[in-house]
């Protein structure tokens, strides 16, 4: 089964430190997504990719977070300097769209803990 | 700004009974809506789907209505089973011609044995 590939599955680090998050997204796919769970708001979305193209990232902290793909099997969220309130699960989901039912693929995410 | 809103954090319900799950927007510009499970520890999988122009998609087990006059959807499993047991997320697309969605903040589904 084609899967989308998240490293590192989880990763503590202090305050001020910078963090990167890695997603290898299913070969083929032309869209790629960012969400942050947290318990509060649920599955926020950060940003997205079209064609390795931005398309939407108002959802991150602009100073802080910022997220690429360099090439069309990595795609990368990082966080410099990370916060204690950064601390979330990550996931990244990749999808092929042209038509319905729009549903894709999610990572198994990066639990992220900024102590 | 909650745009997609599941008012519900949990909902428990005894195997083979219906279980309902609810959602309602506030965007008129939502054109899909769609359904994810989640267990512990994983990412969220695709469950069904609807397209705004239609009120109800089924697939096995699986059930969505949408009420697009009280911007409301719901998701119907008959009969639930103990495996049923996850968070489930609601979210819709926008339909702006990129693929933004938006999710809620999930249901957890007991179902009892």
């Known amino acids: 089964d084609a899967r989308v590939t998240q490293t590192p599955r989880h990763k503590v680090t202090e305050m001020g430190q910078e963090v990167t998050m890695r997603c290898q997204p299913i070969?083929?796919?032309?869209?790629v997504f960012w969400y942050r769970q947290t318990m509060m708001q649920g599955l926020e979305l950060l940003a997205y990719?079209?064609?390795?193209?931005?398309?939407?990232d108002s959802g991150m902290p602009k100073d802080r977070f910022s997220a690429e793909m360099p090439d069309a099997t990595l795609a990368t969220l990082k966080i410099q300097p990370s916060e204690p309130r950064d601390s979330a699960v990550y996931f990244c989901?990749?999808?092929?769209?042209?038509?319905?039912?729009?549903?894709?693929?999610f990572g198994s995410g990066t639990r992220l803990t900024v102590v | 700004d909650q745009q997609v809103k599941q008012n519900s954090p949990s909902l428990s319900v005894q195997e083979g009974r219906i279980s309902i799950l609810n959602c309602d927007y506030t965007?008129?510009?939502?054109?899909?809506f769609l359904w994810y499970k989640k267990y512990p520890a994983e990412g969220p999988t695709f469950l069904i789907s609807?397209?705004?122009?239609?009120d109800k998609n089924e697939d096995g087990r699986f059930t969505v209505f949408l009420n697009k006059s009280a911007k409301h959807l719901s998701l119907h499993i008959v009969p639930s089973q103990p495996g049923d047991s996850a968070v489930y997320f609601c979210?819709?697309?926008?339909?702006?011609?990129?693929?933004?969605?938006?999710f809620g903040a999930g249901t957890r589904l007991f179902v009892k044995a």
């Open positions: 070969l083929g796919h032309n869209t």
């Open positions: 979210a819709a697309k926008v339909n702006t011609g990129g693929f933004k969605t938006i």
């Open positions: 989901a990749s999808g092929f769209f042209r038509d319905g039912p729009y549903g894709y693929t």
């Open positions: 990719f079209r064609n390795r193209a931005p398309l939407d």
């Open positions: 609807i397209s705004s122009i239609k």
């Open positions: 965007n008129s510009m939502f054109d899909y």
